[in-house]
């Protein structure tokens, strides 16, 4: 009888190991997809802006990280079309770099702001 109790243990000891492996796989493929047009429309409503410039490398990253969700940004163009001046509007809001996001306390971001510190920083929450 003592035969057949180490192969049942190292049987058991396999399918449980499997049975983590597949658990964790699932665990860490089950990422939530960021609610971007949600973000977009409530920072819009907040009245928070973006300050870019079209040949700005970071302004276009931040762009493709809200993909077509940023039509809802309020995006201001600062550069003029030649790329060597500033638009009224930035020199106005005194824009220095780019991306500069402005949010309505009349603080200032300058740089590439995630999902999350947009979120954070204008008390968002995604709808459950």
Same mark, same amino acid.
């Given at each position: ?11 058991l &000891? ?33 009245? &928070? /802006? ?9 302004? =276009? ?14 995006? =201001? ?13 930035? /020199? ?16 200032? &971001? &300058? ?6 510190q947009?979120? /954070? /920083? ?7």
């Amino acid at each position: 009888m003592k035969t057949y109790i180490r192969p049942l243990i190292i049987v058991l &000891v396999i399918l449980l190991a499997a049975a983590l492996v597949a658990g964790w796989y699932n665990y860490s493929s089950a990422k939530v997809t960021p609610d971007y047009e949600g973000l977009a429309k409530h920072l819009t409503s907040q009245d &928070v /802006k973006m300050y870019g410039a079209f040949w700005c490398h970071i302004c =276009i990253k931040q762009e493709k990280l809200f993909g077509d969700a940023f039509q809802y940004i309020t995006y =201001i163009e600062s550069s003029t079309p030649d790329g060597r001046g500033q638009t009224d509007a930035a /020199k106005e809001a005194n824009i220095t770099q780019y991306p500069t996001w402005v949010f309505p306390d009349g603080s200032r &971001v &300058v740089g590439l702001m995630t999902y999350e510190q947009l979120s /954070k /920083k204008s008390n968002y929450s995604p709808p459950s």
